[in-house]
């Protein structure tokens, strides 16, 4: 018994050395904290004793610098590390400025010391002689530089540059401009403040700026900031009516990303509700909103179950690229935004075209097209310049942000050689990766041009993408127009246009829908047998899309050549579901109710419904097929298999691909 007693009292002594010293700590420590004064503002606290005594500083900037908050546990680490019990204090003061000048331009709060709680928080005022000025983020990647107007019209810029403000929204402008010179102009002689913005760094040919009137009977200014606009060339929607701009000037009532507002066009003046621009309307045209559709329409679903459709079209010498917006599972649509708008001139060739929408785990949407132009030829598929482009959607489709160059060729003179079909898809890891044809520079008489199928990735959403890798290459077959899919365990299907005679100068290629696969993550491709050769050699087949149901098996449509100028449309399906180890095996369908001439995209929707896209005509902007899935149990119905040396050849030249992956040298 006197044992346990012993060892009761000695834990009980550990316990209150352990103790000890938090209780220490709690009664001579007092954690101080205050708002910040925004960019380019430094701290320093001051302590003052019962007895009078000023010690400062006690903490200097050098240790606190723009933090908004510190401990002072009774030691002033400043001042020789001199011994001040908390106890002692009376009260406390904290210093600041923002040009560094501790004498001549810093200001003061003192607060009075209260042993009965262990926080303190500062109300940091604007300084007398001082403006604090705040506006609206523009998001991501701007920047901001504060200028200012002095009462004899001298502007100093940046009086507060971007390296000190950054991507803040509030500055105090206290007196002394943070720049190099150190400009100091008091409040009284400033007559107005101007807030320049960019978000690619240029701040010579790309910024902007919104001014605001001084006034001395405040101390805060908020700025409105807009995206001011160079109209040359926009296209500018309000619903019912479609303005182009030919003549140069700009304004601040339009966003550049989102131009949807009501314009009219009354006695010269362009006006809007809100307010009004800064020039006439002189040769503006205003036209009706087209309703007439484009070619090869995309679809998908947002997460909040809204439809987006994307897809080209040319009217009122447009060329342009628009999403359109469905409520009601495709049953009616309506104008959404514009992702691509080019005005067309006169004997210059220009194409707009191959839409295509992905959305994002994240929430963001991202669309890539082809934008090709040049000058005059003869050929309306050749060009000077081959672009393939990709744009981010923040906002659900409303607006678009800045173009991102996938690949651009540029040529001396127009050429056909060009770029054509984008296809995006999101790995597991989010890194993006997109597949397009790239035509050879090798001819192939009255059969064309072979083309691989490129790919590129992007690791930062989309902003940028990388070096190209050649995903898909067959002698001098013309593999293109690429959809790739996905399986659980993460392998990926691509089903590509090929020619089913690979032979250059064959008197006709016979274009089948194809199919590889990889295991790798699409660093390297291994050609499987083409999925449909049912076609005789004197048709072709072609525009294949695939996606993945929700069970797991594949499921792709493509043209069927026989159809003519007006080719029907094949539906297949897996009979099982894909992986590393399960070859996919492919079977017609029938009773689909996809229309003969359809030749756009599908998704399966979150409620099981798959639906395709179809080009439209009239006031109709956007038509869509529903797929029953009822269908896709039907019966298997009978199909051409492929020769039994074709399929031979195949197995051999899939068998040489993973050969030359192992031993590089026999490329």
Not at 264 to 278: E, F, I, Q, T
Not at 310 to 327: E, M, Q
Not at 441 to 460: F, L, W
Request: net charge positive; hydrophobic share 35%.
């Amino acid at each position: 018994m006197k044992k346990y007693f012993l060892l009761v009292f000695l834990f009980g002594l550990l316990l209150c050395a352990i103790m000890s010293p938090r209780t220490t700590f709690a009664a001579d420590a007092m954690v101080l904290s205050w708002n910040s004064m925004g960019p380019g503002f430094q701290y320093s606290l001051d302590v003052i004793t019962k007895d009078g005594t000023h010690i400062g500083p006690c903490i200097n900037a050098k240790t606190i610098q723009s933090k908004t908050s510190v401990t002072f546990t009774g030691v002033c680490t400043s001042a020789r590390n001199k011994s001040v019990p908390l106890s002692s204090v009376d009260s406390f003061t904290l210093i600041y400025t923002n040009t560094g000048d501790w004498v001549h331009d810093a200001h003061n709060t003192k607060i009075k010391n209260d042993p009965t709680v262990s926080s303190l928080t500062f109300a940091l005022p604007v300084p007398t002689g001082a403006m604090q000025l705040n506006w609206n983020s523009l998001g991501a990647g701007y920047q901001y530089s504060l200028d200012v107007i002095t009462k004899d019209g001298t502007r100093i810029g940046p009086c507060i540059p971007a390296t000190v403000i950054g991507s803040a929204t509030n500055v105090i402008y206290a007196g002394t401009c943070l720049n190099g010179a150190k400009n100091v102009v008091p409040l009284s002689n400033i007559a107005s403040f101007s807030m320049v913005y960019t978000n690619n760094g240029d701040w010579k040919n790309n910024a902007h700026s919104v001014k605001i009137a001084n006034n001395p009977a405040v101390s805060s200014l908020t700025l409105n900031l807009t995206l001011l606009c160079n109209l040359n060339g926009m296209v500018v929607n309000d619903g019912s009516t479609r303005t182009l701009y030919t003549q140069a000037f700009s304004t601040q009532a339009l966003s550049c990303t989102a131009a949807q507002v009501t314009v009219s066009c009354k006695a010269g003046v362009l006006s809007k509700p809100s307010g009004s621009l800064y020039s006439s309307c002189t040769d503006i045209a205003t036209t009706p909103l087209p309703t007439t559709s484009g070619g090869a329409p995309v679809i998908i679903e947002r997460p909040d179950g809204v439809l987006i459709a994307a897809y080209n079209r040319t009217a009122n010498k447009v060329a342009s690229i628009d999403t359109y917006i469905s409520n009601d599972k495709g049953a009616t649509w309506s104008y959404l935004s514009n992702i691509l708008s080019v005005p067309m001139v006169s004997g210059t060739s220009l194409s707009i075209a191959n839409a295509f929408l992905r959305q994002l785990s994240d929430g963001r949407i991202i669309a890539a097209y082809r934008y090709h132009n040049g000058p005059t030829v003869s050929d309306t598929t050749s060009f000077k310049t081959f672009r393939l482009q990709s744009k981010i959607s923040t906002d659900g489709g409303v607006t678009w942000g800045n173009a991102a160059t996938i690949e651009q060729i540029d040529y001396p003179q127009s050429s056909s050689v060009g770029i054509w079909e984008p296809y995006i898809i999101e790995k597991p890891d989010k890194t993006l990766q997109v597949y397009y044809a790239k035509e050879l520079s090798q001819s192939c008489a009255s059969n064309g041009t072979p083309q691989d199928v490129i790919m590129r990735q992007s690791t930062n959403g989309g902003v940028s993408w990388s070096g190209p890798t050649t995903a898909l290459h067959r002698g001098v077959s013309r593999e293109g127009v690429p959809a790739v899919v996905q399986t659980s365990d993460g392998t990926m299907f691509i089903t590509f246009e090929t020619w089913r005679d690979s032979t250059c100068n064959a008197s006709n290629p016979h274009i089948v829908p194809g199919l590889a696969m990889s295991t790798n993550g699409g660093e390297s491709w291994q050609y499987l047998p083409d999925i449909y050769t049912g076609e005789p050699t004197s048709v072709g087949s072609g525009w294949p899309d695939m996606i993945r149901l929700k069970d797991g098996r594949l499921l792709m449509r493509f043209t069927l050549g026989s159809g003519g100028s007006s080719p029907s449309v094949a539906l297949m399906v897996t009979n099982n579901v894909p992986s590393k180890t399960v070859i996919p095996e492919w079977r017609m369908v029938t009773g689909s109710g996809i229309s003969t001439t359809s030749i756009g995209k599908m998704v399966q929707l979150s409620s099981g419904e798959i639906m395709n896209t179809n080009t439209a005509s009239g006031a109709t902007p956007v038509l869509v097929n529903k797929i029953p899935l009822s269908v896709l149990s039907a019966p298997v119905v009978t199909i051409v298999t492929p020769p039994a040396r074709a399929t031979m050849l195949a197995s051999l030249y899939t068998a040489l691909q993973q050969l030359m992956v192992l031993f590089p040298f026999l490329k």
